[in-house]
């Protein structure tokens, strides 16, 4: 079995050795933070780690303790971790210096220490997603502008799916490793193994998720592709789409890792401030990182979500990826506002009405 370290330096072999150890380093000390995370979740209320925590973030948003306790691990990690000069968390209304490193480091880590909190309490699966990108201006410890910077700047970004197992899903841009958490010799000599080199998302698929309960929010194109998808083999498509929505963004991306299909989380018009729901830094760069280097395609609509440059920390933006073929497609739509949707889809089979006998 090939242990992280040595599956990362095979991955790096044409880096730089600087480049490699850094990079490795950085990783595992971010790996085993993700553990801890992992055995923190999987205790639940054993660990004290259901419920509120009475706290909120900087967006205003509740803290669940388990948002806390997963930030605690990353912040420790990184703290510690001689490459870091410092990062940002969704949880934190600011970015980071580190405190022994933050001059010094060559790397800065943005991340959502745990997302889907809302599958906490239901033991449903959710995550960790990480992003790693330059330190540009050493010498200085790194502020909020260092850290804005568009995703085709990440040097590595993955995330760890706690699930039935605990997966860890990375890129180098050197493709998309899998790592598994082999816990079978007790979680003190837990270690993560390669279990899959080189994940290819499937060019075409019948399935999406969306959180159709925002449908009469969305806009033209988005009403468009899922009246489409939903009318099925009576439909303009012509054949049969399923329809998956866990509430964690990891799960999502994961089963599109594993099958292909598309995510949507697209523009809404209930906060036109806040064009969408996920965060553009701490969700979907590192996402459509991983998306495009399993040969997937991830946009905001009309725009590689990769190219987008931040205004703000905590930014949102629309979310649409998976498949290579559909997300063309829905891109194909949104260049195309003028069109009408097909609203007697709507009529005859939509999400809320029942078909006609
Ligand atoms: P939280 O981690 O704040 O619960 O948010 C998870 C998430 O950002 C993303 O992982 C999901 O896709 C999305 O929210 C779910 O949102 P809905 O509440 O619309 O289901």
Redesign the pocket.
Known sequence: MIELEAALAANLADAHPDVQRVLIDTLSVMAQACARIGEIASQGMLAQAHGWAGTHNSQG?QQKRLDLLADDCMRDALTACPHVAGWASEELENAQASPHHGQTGPLLVVYDP?????NIEANISIGTIFSILPHRYRGANPGDADFMQPGHQQVAAGYVLYGPATLMVLTCRRGVLVFTLDKRAGMESARWVLTQDQVSIPIATREFAI?AS?QRFWEKPIQRYIAECVAGENGPRMKDFNMR?V????A?VHRIMTRGGVFL?PRDTREPIKPG??RLMY?AAPMALLVQEAGGRAVNGTSELLDLIPDVLHQKVPVILGSKDEIDRIVNYHADPHENVSWQLFKTRSLFVQPQA
Do not use: H, I, T
């Open positions: 948003e745990l997302d889907g909190s809302s959180n925002n929505w509430a964690s963004m990891v999502e989380y729901r996920l969700e």
